[in-house]
């Protein structure tokens, strides 16, 4: 038996000296789930029976290993909703929020009550699900290639009692494509990183999906594929929205350009990175 106070120190001590930089938080993260309390420290001198300080010393070890939190705790808070993540899946990020805003703001702006929204590359479908609770008389799909991710989707759709309708498909397929009509607005956080940054990964993100994270040699494979592939997905005047990475804004909005959508808008994340870009579908007597 250990104190909780103690064992909080030595185990925020251990993560400390594996180099962790939010030591504090994680131990405190692991403490209220396993201990299912969420306030552990305001009972100090409380003692831990033997086997729940092992599992949590087991929990603490792999995360000094470079082990996600997130995969520790097994699930993840993204805009108001939680998600249930593990390998296999990326773990929402808090960048693709500005995504949903900039979606809500689409639809407000257009009077869109009732769209129909297709997220692409959906994981653990964080965008997919949110979208359809936050727009209650929406049509959301959501497509998703493989089997781990797919398993995900589909568990998070349960829990969050979403209506998303999911698809297990490659977004890369014309065919897959041929069969999704007249939709408002496309979301997508396609794989981005680049070849080079796929080198330099941190240990937490190399434990995540290589097939959620690499986009080619620069990064930009999938925007190059996806625009023209589901552009007719669209309807003319639908908009279609990226997240990106660092600095692809110029080359994913020439893409963009000369698959003829116009009215390109870049939107920064909140650590002032442009991480969205939006564009809407020109109609076709328009056309170069
Ligand atoms: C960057 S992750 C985004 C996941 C989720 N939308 C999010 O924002 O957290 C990209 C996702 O695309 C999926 N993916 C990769 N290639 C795909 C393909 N060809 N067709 C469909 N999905 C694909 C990956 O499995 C992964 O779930």
Redesign the pocket.
């Known amino acids: 038996m250990v104190r909780r106070a103690r064992f909080f120190i030595q185990c925020k001590e251990m993560l400390e000296l594996s180099g962790c930089d939010t030591a504090g938080f994680d131990t405190l993260c692991v403490f209220q789930d396993i201990l299912n309390d969420k306030y552990p420290l305001t009972k100090p001198d409380e003692e831990i029976p033997g086997d729940i300080a092992e599992k949590i010393t087991d929990i603490i070890k792999k995360r000094c290993e470079g082990y996600p939190l997130q995969y520790v705790l097994g699930e993840w808070d993204f805009w108001k909703y939680t998600f249930r993540v593990g390998e296999g899946?990326?773990i929402?990020?808090p960048d693709?929020e500005t995504l949903i805003e900039n979606i809500l703001d689409i639809c407000r702006k257009n009077k869109l009550q009732s769209p129909k929204i297709l997220?692409?590359?959906?994981?653990?479908g964080?965008?997919a699900i949110t979208l359809d609770k936050e727009i209650p008389q929406s049509e959301v799909w959501a497509?998703?290639?493989?089997d781990s991710?797919f398993e995900y989707l589909e568990e998070n759709i349960r829990l969050n009692n979403s209506e998303v309708r999911a698809v297990k498909?490659?977004?890369?397929s014309p065919e897959t494509a041929r069969k999704f009509k007249d939709f408002d607005i496309i979301a997508s956080?396609?794989?981005?990183l680049t070849a080079e940054e796929m080198q330099d990964l941190q240990k937490e993100v190399r434990a995540e999906?290589e097939?959620?994270?690499y986009g080619g040699d620069d990064g930009l494979d999938f925007y190059r594929e996806i625009t023209p592939v589901w552009r007719n997905s669209l309807k003319t005047g639908g908009y279609i929205s990226y997240?990106i990475g660092m600095n692809q804004h110029n080359s994913v909005a020439e893409i963009l350009k000369s698959n003829n959508f116009i009215n390109i808008n870049f939107t920064e994340d909140t650590g002032g990175i442009i991480r969205i870009v939006t564009a809407e579908k020109q109609e076709e007597n328009k056309n170069g």
Do not use: Q
Not at 143 to 146: F, G, I, L, S
């Open positions: 899946v990326l929402p990020r693709t997220d692409l590359c959906s994981g653990s964080c965008i497509v998703e290639k493989y991710a498909a490659d977004v890369l956080n396609p794989p981005y999906p097939t959620a994270l997240e």
